[in-house]
RNA sequence: GGGCGAUUAGCUCAGUUGGUAGAGCAAUCCGUUUACACCGGAAAGGUCGCAGGUUCGAGUCCUGCAUCGCCCACCA
């Protein structure tokens, strides 16, 4: 026997030994595993992509718990035999990582981006992604997962790149993209838009103010936001209301707290008679809901703050101040004047950028949009529901791929909350004013019209004198939008593309149904014509044991490469994956961590007894089963039922729970204890059945629990008698087609 | 305002189509004779949030309510 067997299992001393065994067999590669016979050439795909996760840092436990339930299902797969492909990736994560490297950079050598230039920055920022992708790759590795490094993308390399530019024509050409002046959700602190998904609203007590305009003015308004009060245009009250009927079309020019303001009576459905005074104060270029009643009644737009957040009128009083002290003046100058009727406080829900903190600014700028209505006809459609040559539109395509489950989503109730955001999604701003990302491929040429320059747009920049390149950047969301299918080489047909998109399953958290797989839908669908992937599986957010959020200032983070060093990854990945069903939280202690450390262990020996008691035994040569053998065989069969049933059907928490109490509480305590008097005592034929039967089980159970302990499971195996390939690529042991184990 | 989820043993959670409540951890007791103390055995612990209803039978289905949590929404 292995001398190693004779010490307790200690994980620190095989992980990295087997993970090296594993990449350098290379049969992580599906087709490195048809080329040595392990995967039949044309055997059913199975394809996942990595949620590539962002190089702004390092990987967290949420990481490791989707790393844990992605390599279950890609090393089941593996057992089936299916060609299996996972690949591996990261996100360049635009404005999160370039507003670290800002940081940093200021805490640092006390710099801006500015000092530095455009240039110089992005090196800076290179430099930091490339440090964190390393560690990335590496914690990936420590997990053990089973993924195809060969084919590692990043969201912002050449590949993907050429990928997003296709992609941008394509919608650029079909008019699905547009350039456009609207109010869009301006980032103070970030210095750029952001799209309404990165909105991130915060509960805080406000002054909601009542007052007139001026002392003739008929009716008294209300607002919270005194100061962009400057920049209204009308004032809109409900059409059936009795009490403003008579005042609808009139128009009204006073001076207000300094700066001169004309603003036109106007009727709209939108308006709440109960709530305030029934009369809203109409404000176009700072609100999105008024730039729509504007819209309504052709309103003009009046810009008065700046993207700076700081007043941009002449009023001397005003020009120039912050927002907030804005605020103040006008409430005092209201007050002085005998114009404030009320002030209350509030509940309000104000509006924060996702990334910086920053409160939202609503300003009109001109901005790149993708049109989410506009119809357009779709080449080539495998979408039920739309055949190709049809009319269509994005919100279309969308709608079609979740419905007749041609996208499967675990759990179902998030098809609900994925229509409701279909229901409500407006044009999708894709132009961020930061320079870390890929750059808009859109070119500018002045002409004789100085508000109307020439515009190109073309893979590469256009020919001839005068061109610029726009100055912004797209959206982190549109290169990941395409990551199904980017990271198997489109736009080019290739043989990947073929064999594995629409990929088999997407497992990702919830919390990024709308920016990432409501993207990858719109994406897949309108470029390919096909979905990007058939089932969906939403993991839950993992929390501390008290079920609070894991977060720095807290202190409460599991880092989990201190307890894979700690408690080992095989420990780790089942304290994961068992009491974690989809769509729901879970929790995660050390304690729970350390009780798998123990199965672990508690394999460890039984491998060792059951060697130790087998030594002239081989599981090819089966001798007649005693009863009691044949009966525990049945057991562990049905256990083996079980398990892969529930594994097809994404219940990993249960098949995991129910190999661990197998083994554990039925082979070990059970089947185990009682050979041994069998084995002492016994005849020679009850004697022989029994010892089969031992390595029969222990066997078998290694692989059923190798895809949630890779490492023990394979340095056990590779202990084994006769055994000299990896049990990675070991056949499943239960096949659903014959009924029985295999 | 709309929607969703949770509520089962002290703690964390199972309970997949309705058939007399389960596991792990913790706590209690016993046990170290030849895989493992990172162990084994035993016992204990729940009117399944509340109130109705459907059913021969409900933790499981329906209705209402409560508490906690989450998401969405342009109520100024």
Redesign the pocket.
Known sequence: MNEKLLK??NPQETEDAIYKKWEESGLFNPDISIQKGFTDADAEPFSIVLPPPNVTGTLHIGHASMLAIEDIMVRYSRMKGKRTLWIPGTDHAAIATQSKVEKDLEKSEGKRKHDLGRDEFLKRVEQFAQNSHDTIVSQIKKMGSSIDWSREAYTLDKERNFAVRTAFKRMYDDKLIYRGFKVINWDPKGQTTIS??E?V?VERKAK?YTFKYSKDFPIS?????PETKVGDTAVAVHPSDERYKQYVGKEYSFDFAGEPVTVKIVADE????????????VTPAH???DA?IAERHNLPMKQVISEFAKMNVEAKNLKGKKVAEAREIIVEWLRTEGLLEDEKE?D??IATAERTGGIIEPLPKLQWFIDVNKKFTIPHSEISGISSGSVTSLKELMRAAVADNQIKIIPD?FV??YY??ID?L?DWCISRQIWFGHRIPIWYRSTSDTAHPEVYNGMEAPEGNGWTHDEDTLDTWFSSGLWTFSTLGWPNKTKDLETYHPTTVLETGY?II?FWVARMILMSTYLLGEVPFKTVYFHGLVRD???AKMSKSLGNIIDPLDMIAKYGADAVRLSLII?T?PG????LSE??IK?Y??F???IW??A??VL?MTENTSVAEKPDLAEKDAEAIRVFQDTLK?TS??IE?Y?F??AG?KLY?YF??TF???V??ES?STI?NGDEASKKSAQWTLLHILTESLKALHPFMPFVTEEIWSMMPGTDTLLMVEKWPFDKAQGEPS
Do not use: C, M
């Not at 308004?221 to 936001?225: G, K, L, N, Q």
């Not at 729901?584 to 929790?587: G, Q």
């Open positions: 307790p299992y309404d998904d909105i609203y909601l308004i209300s607002t919270t936001r939108s308006v709440d008679k109960d709530f305030g005074t029934g009369a809203l104060g609100s999105l809901v729509g509030i309000q829900n109730r609900k909350v409701s955001w409500n407006h919390d709308f044991a008290k079920g009491g069903g729901n939280d879970s929790k304690d729970k009780a450390k123990h672990a262990n508690k020996n039984a060792r007894f130790s079980d049933s529930d059907s219940r928490y249960l729970e109490h554990w509480h070990a305590d059970i185990l204890e041994k002492y």
